[in-house]
Structures are given as structure tokens and as C-alpha cells.
């Protein structure tokens, strides 16, 4: 009974996790504004790469990533800077919305 509780608890928390990471995709739209020069209006791509159909968790990993300085890909140099003022919310959002597309 103690381990089914303790499963049921951890299942909810992982699940809160995953709703409260879920983003905005209004608010990601209006921010992904800056985006669409390289990926496109619709995230297929162009300059930079294809977005469209890549998971919110991984374009929010590469976000971060771009945004701690660490080397991402061959664009990184342009990347960077348009990460270094998106905050947590704002990742989440683009993803969420570039998941919605």
C-alpha cells in the first residue's frame, strides 16, 4: 500500500511538472516574431533550421543551451544572442507554440 502511494505521488508530481512546463502558445507566438527571419513563419525553415515538428522539450533544451553559451550547432553565434534574453517563459512558449503549428 506504502509503495502504491508513494507511486501515485510521485506520478502526480511528474505530471504537474509536465502541465506546468506546458508554455503558452499565444504568448509564444507574438515572441517567436523575432524567429521567423531564419525559421520561417510556419518553422520550416530557411537560414536557420526546421522547427516544426521538433519536441517542445528539445527546442527548449537547445534554447537553454544556446542561452549558457555552450556550442549547439553551426549557428550557434547567431543563436546566442537571440537566446541570452528569452527567459524560462519564453522558451516554453516559443516551444509551445512551434508545437501548435
Same mark, same amino acid.
Given at each position: 500500500?506504502?509503495?502504491? %502511494? ?5 506520478? *502526480? %508530481?511528474?505530471? +504537474? ?6 508554455? @503558452?502558445? =499565444?504568448? &509564444?507566438?507574438?515572441? +517567436?516574431? =523575432?524567429? #521567423?527571419?531564419? /525559421? &520561417?513563419?510556419?518553422?520550416? *525553415?530557411?537560414?536557420?533550421?526546421? %522547427? ?5 522539450? @528539445?527546442? #527548449?533544451?537547445?534554447? /537553454?543551451?544556446?542561452?549558457? &553559451?555552450?556550442? #549547439? *550547432?553551426?549557428? =550557434?553565434? !547567431? !543563436? ?7 527567459? @524560462?517563459? @519564453? ?6 507554440? #512551434?508545437?501548435? %503549428?
Amino acid at each position: 500500500m506504502k509503495n502504491t %502511494l508513494i507511486a501515485l505521488a510521485a506520478a *502526480g %508530481l511528474v505530471s +504537474f511538472g509536465a502541465a506546468a512546463q506546458a508554455g @503558452d502558445a =499565444t504568448a &509564444g507566438q507574438a515572441a +517567436f516574431a =523575432t524567429c #521567423v527571419g531564419c /525559421h &520561417g513563419a510556419a518553422a520550416e *525553415g530557411g537560414v536557420g533550421p526546421k %522547427l516544426a515538428g521538433q519536441a517542445p522539450a @528539445d527546442i #527548449v533544451a537547445k534554447l /537553454h543551451a544556446y542561452k549558457a &553559451g555552450e556550442q #549547439v *550547432g553551426p549557428m =550557434t553565434s !547567431m !543563436m546566442a544572442p537571440m537566446a541570452a534574453g528569452l527567459s @524560462d517563459a @519564453d522558451m516554453e512558449n516559443i516551444a509551445a507554440y #512551434v508545437a501548435s %503549428l
